[in-house]
């Protein structure tokens, strides 16, 4: 049994994780697909929301700033896997450190962008570095983002800004003091979930989206308020492997809902904030500002005992938890109701939610396995995914063994973005769609333009059905600090070597501006890199890293 999995029992069942231990895809082909042999031409970029921008097409690479910046020692990220000997935590399989120089390096990091001809970069901007006291607002960090921005604008590069992409200021809820038994203070609110820093929390990130927006809206049209809410809730308050470092899945109702629910209001209040102070529309397309969030998806298979299963209480637990995972946050915000209970019905009503989602970042990654079989399902919605390194028979086999990524531990399915696009599309027809990340972890340059090349041809397959998805981001456009898995894994276009910080590009890099240089996509890279067979091999006897134990 893996550490992760440990982690993962423990926050689950705190008390019986003792006895408990004794114990024991979709695709319809009759959809217009890309003939094997046809280029695929994608339009030039438009708006990410609204009607102007129906059948735009962007192309991106992302990044987020804990996972690149040198010196962010005001971020929780900073103390959570600073040493102990250090005064920090040392959680993690990394000290985050100077991650690649991202922060020194930001403006030559722009020619990297600049080489691989995208439209649009996705960055965040950190919250810590900005603000790294309550109220206390450093303006050469803000600087620092202007100068970005100016040279992303010289170079005809849209930004895509994220504003809370998993990192916090400390005194938001210092990971060192979690119990914050002396209740909220400037230096720590405590955080979300607190009866009375709860509200707080919201209250700074509101200010903080409405900073950002009357500082940077002449540059900034696209906004993300946060990133994937359903992986950030559970890395940092179900299972503890993101800071503040909290483990409040068994208590799912009492403690972390109420939590999920503050991150919802969170969204909403940053999004009527930016919606507020952004009223230049930078790009000329009459819209001043398009604020969405992005999503983590996966392809959810029902499994048991590491199989595929058609046995209704696993298909059910599959259904439930594609439910919670991938609608509930946009169900929430489109109708202003909230499912406390996760019974598939709403309890509450916020109507200052309702309509705070102007697009949908779609960000897949991995097929992976959800049981309802298991006796450590976990309660309220009774199942287990396989999902943060647990297994417990909800993980299957990859349909092809080089579809396993050794680096993370999981199957990477082309295809599944696909399926996930297709019931996004179908359950909210009027929501603009971009997949906002996609990526591999490797080190083997021809698997990255695979990946491009496969999940390009996946949302044209999605296009064509009549799916409104306005473009693509690479993740990543470099390599950089994978937060709990420390710098392991490598999901950059770019290959950072961690001796000299220099940059090069992969192969994956040399295909993708190969790609947007005359935005085709040709039959000769499709024969070569696309369809959907095996995939070049990671590494000899790599898929063990992706069986079932
Ligand atoms: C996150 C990124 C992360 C990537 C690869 C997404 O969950 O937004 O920050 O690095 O996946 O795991």
């Not at 696209?222 to 179900?238: F, H, K, M, R, S």
């Not at 916020?350 to 897949?364: A, F, I, N």
């Not at 929501?431 to 949302?459: F, K, W």
């Not at 420390?486 to 940059?503: A, I, S």
Request: hydrophobic letters at 40%; glycine letters at 10%; aromatic letters at 10%.
């Amino acid at each position: 049994m893996s550490t992760f999995e440990l982690e993962w029992l423990r926050a689950l069942f705190p008390r019986t994780l003792a006895l408990a231990l004794v114990l024991g895809a979709c695709d319809d082909d009759s959809l217009p697909s890309p003939r094997e042999d046809e280029s695929i031409v994608f339009p030039s970029v438009g708006s990410l929301s609204g009607a102007s921008g129906h059948g735009s097409f962007r192309f991106g690479a992302a990044t987020a700033a804990t996972q690149i910046e040198d010196q962010n020692p005001n971020t929780d990220w900073y103390v959570f896997t600073a040493p102990a000997a250090s005064g920090g935590l040392g959680r993690g399989k990394a000290f985050v450190g100077d991650a690649v120089r991202g922060y020194s390096m930001a403006l030559p990091d722009v020619d990297l962008l600049r080489d691989l001809h995208v439209d649009s970069y996705r960055f965040s901007i950190e919250w810590g570095r900005v603000e790294p006291k309550r109220d206390q607002i450093d303006e050469i960090a803000l600087l620092h983002y202007r100068e970005l921005l100016e040279r992303l604008a010289a170079s005809g590069i849209r930004p895509n800004v994220t504003i809370h992409h998993f990192s916090n200021p400390i005194w938001i809820d210092d990971p060192r003091d979690t119990g914050c038994a002396r209740g909220p203070s400037d230096a720590n609110l405590c955080g979300l979930g607190h009866p009375v820093g709860g509200p707080l929390v919201i209250e700074e990130a509101r200010q903080h989206a409405r900073l950002l927006a009357a500082r940077f809206g002449d540059r900034v049209d696209d906004w993300a308020t946060v990133n994937e809410p359903i992986n950030y809730l559970l890395a940092a308050y179900g299972i503890g492997q993101f800071p503040p470092g909290e483990q409040k899945l068994s208590r799912l109702l009492d403690e972390f809902m109420p939590i999920a629910r503050d991150y919802f209001a969170m969204h909403a209040a940053m999004a009527a904030a930016i919606h507020e102070a952004d009223t230049i529309d930078a790009d000329g397309d009459g819209i001043a500002a398009n604020v969405g969030a992005t999503l983590n998806v996966a392809d959810w298979v029902a499994a048991k005992n590491n199989a595929e299963s058609t046995d209704p209480a696993d298909v059910r637990a599959r259904d439930r938890l594609v439910y919670v995972y991938h609608h509930l946050f946009v169900d929430s915000l489109r109708n202003g109701t909230f499912d406390f209970d996760l019974d598939g019905t709403a309890d509450e009503s916020h109507p200052e939610w309702r309509g705070s989602l102007d697009w949908l970042g779609v960000q897949y990654y991995s097929r992976m396995g959800v049981t309802g079989s298991s006796a450590l399902v976990i309660p309220v919605v009774d199942l287990l995914p396989c999902f943060g390194g647990i297994d417990q028979g909800a993980c299957v086999p990859p349909i092809d063994p080089t579809y396993c990524v050794p680096q993370m531990g999981y199957e990477h399915y082309p295809q599944g973005l696909y399926t996930v696009l297709a019931d996004l599309g179908s359950r909210y027809p009027d929501l603009p769609l971009v997949v906002s990340e996609s990526g591999i972890a490797t080190d083997v340059g021809e698997r990255r333009a695979e990946n491009v090349v496969r999940a390009l041809e996946q949302i044209e397959r999605a296009r064509r059905s009549g799916i409104d998805v306005r473009g693509y981001y690479h993740w990543s456009l470099l390599d950089n600090f994978e937060w709990a898995q420390g710098f392991g894994p490598h999901f950059g276009l770019y290959r950072v070597d961690y001796e000299t910080y220099r940059r090069h590009p992969t192969r994956g890099a040399e295909i993708l501006a190969a790609i947007t240089k005359d935005r085709r996509l040709s039959a000769e890279l499709r024969k070569r890199y696309g369809g959907g067979g095996p995939l070049t091999p990671d590494s000899p006897g790599a898929d063990r890293f992706c069986h079932a134990e």
